[in-house]
Each structure stands twice: as structure tokens, then as C-alpha cells.
């Protein structure tokens, strides 16, 4: 059973800049990608940017050039730099990982950009 523990949300002025981390507990042996989506009220989820076992990284077009994924393998957990916050980044911020065939996800980190 893998288990998923996000931290580093918070409030952050328009501007300003957040480290969203994610520790996986248990085996990730085989994983697929690691990744962060987030869920704004009355919206669907959507992915915000994902890294492959191989390091390939991908990002929503909303994110690009503000946000950075990366991972650290030897302690499980994948990061997520946030600088150049928008209001419009606002959200429930979850953590996934696959590991064929099953997702998992934390229970979500709020992020709140406001002044």
C-alpha cells in the first residue's frame, strides 16, 4: 500500500512563490510518473505537471515557465516550485503516483494566491 503525505501550502501574495513536497510511504518499485494536480472550486481536476520514471517532465500550458517538478529518488518524494503565483492558481493541490495498475493520491495541500 502506497500512502501519499503532501505539505507546503499556504496563503502567497500574487507574485510570490510556494515548494509544494510529496513523501510516498511504502513501494513505488515500478512507478510510472509522479505528479501534482490541482482542483479549484466548482472545476474538475486537472493535471499540472507530471515526471516519468525517466525524468521526462510535462506541464499544463497555464503552469510553463512558472512551475518546476522534480523528484528525488532516494527519499520517494517529488517537488513542485511554484514562483510567479496568480490568483488563479488557487486550489486543492493533490499528489499521484502510478504504479501499474493503481493511482494514488494524497488528501491535497490547500494553495491560496491572494493580497
Known amino acids: 500500500q502506497v500512502q501519499l503525505v503532501e505539505s507546503g501550502g499556504g496563503l502567497v501574495q500574487p507574485g510570490g512563490s510556494l515548494r509544494l513536497s510529496c513523501a510516498a510511504s511504502g513501494s513505488i518499485f515500478g512507478f510510472s510518473f509522479m505528479g501534482w494536480y490541482r482542483q479549484a472550486p466548482g472545476k474538475e481536476r486537472e493535471m499540472v505537471a507530471i515526471i516519468t520514471s525517466v525524468g521526462i517532465t510535462n506541464y499544463a500550458d497555464s503552469v510553463k515557465g512558472r512551475f518546476t517538478i522534480s523528484r528525488d529518488n532516494a527519499k520517494n518524494t517529488v517537488y513542485l516550485q511554484m514562483n510567479s503565483l496568480k490568483p488563479g492558481d488557487t486550489a486543492v493541490y493533490y499528489c499521484?503516483?502510478?504504479?501499474?495498475?493503481?493511482?494514488?493520491w494524497g488528501q491535497g495541500t490547500q494553495v491560496t494566491v491572494s493580497s
Open positions: 499521484t503516483v502510478r504504479v501499474p495498475p493503481y493511482d494514488y
